[in-house]
């Protein structure tokens, strides 16, 4: 189940390395991953492997089957999650800042509360389909996420009161990456309200019947994104880029703040 260590591609390396060059000092894990792949081993669906509360950060656990796992509260900050099966774990309040997450499925998974900041989802500059994070049904209610995470499968996740958005100090340590990136991901069905998207890139996404009632898109570009049936009643708009945005059916429409001061609103498609 342990696979060999790959051979990472040098601009792997130095996106890993720009990553990382900013952290703050972490404490070594309290386990090795031959320690983490036993418990995996001996778990069963009736009493699955549990990591809650440990220190499993800066380990290569890519490749490893958590399906199930109890991990709240756990620490991966910039562990290698590469591939990794998280579908359906708890990982509540656990952090997973500057992870490696290029193609982990985190579908079903309870991400409530957790950390996700600056995270590698892609193997290169290039965002690919096939290597994108899928969070398909997770639960990341007040969540915080900031990075790019395009062209994911996030359908019917729960992102309520989630906040997309590390602040400006963030923003500092990784200068080409000003901003949360959702281009293209599939968010139909999901639930957003309240969630803080201020600034974030949703271009290409599709909406389509999800709830963004009371969230903020201050600033958000959502250019050429499917919003068909969506609700955004209470949602705040004010110089959100709806350049090609399709609107049609959507609920709450004159019920959000600052739709008069987005960009672009003559070219919507209602």
Request: glycine share 10%; proline share 2%; with cysteine.
């Amino acid at each position: 189940m342990l696979s060999s260590m790959r051979c990472r591609s040098s601009l792997l390396g130095c996106i890993l390395a720009a990553a990382l060059c900013s952290a703050t000092p972490a404490t070594a894990a309290d386990m090795t991953v031959k320690a983490v792949v036993e418990r995996l081993v001996k778990s069963t669906r009736e009493q699955p492997a549990d990591f809650s509360g440990r220190d499993l950060s800066f380990l290569d656990l890519s490749d490893l089957d958590f399906k199930g796992a109890r991990m709240a509260g756990a620490d991966l900050y910039g562990s290698d999650l590469s591939h990794a099966n998280l579908a359906g774990a708890d990982l509540a309040g656990a952090r997973l800042d500057r992870t490696v997450i290029i193609g982990t499925d985190f579908s079903g998974a309870n991400l409530s509360g957790a950390s996700l900041l600056r995270p590698a989802a892609f193997s290169s500059l290039e965002t690919r389909r096939d290597e994108a994070p899928r969070f398909a049904g997770a639960n990341l209610s007040g969540a915080r996420l900031f990075g790019r995470f395009a062209k994911g499968d996030w359908r019917g996740a729960n992102l309520a009161a989630a906040q997309f958005d590390a602040g400006r100090g963030a923003q500092m340590t990784l200068p080409m990456l000003p901003r949360t990136d959702l281009a293209g991901c599939d968010l139909t069905g999901a639930n957003l309200a309240g969630a803080d998207l201020a600034g974030a890139s949703l271009t290409f996404a599709d909406l389509t019947g999800a709830n963004l009632s009371d969230a903020n898109l201050a600033g958000a570009d959502l250019s050429r994104a499917n919003m068909t049936g969506a609700d955004v009643t209470g949602a705040n708009l004010a110089t959100a880029d709806l350049d090609g945005t399709v609107l049609k059916a959507v609920r709450g429409l004159t019920q959000t703040r600052g739709i008069d001061a987005a960009r672009n609103r003559a070219a919507a498609v209602e």
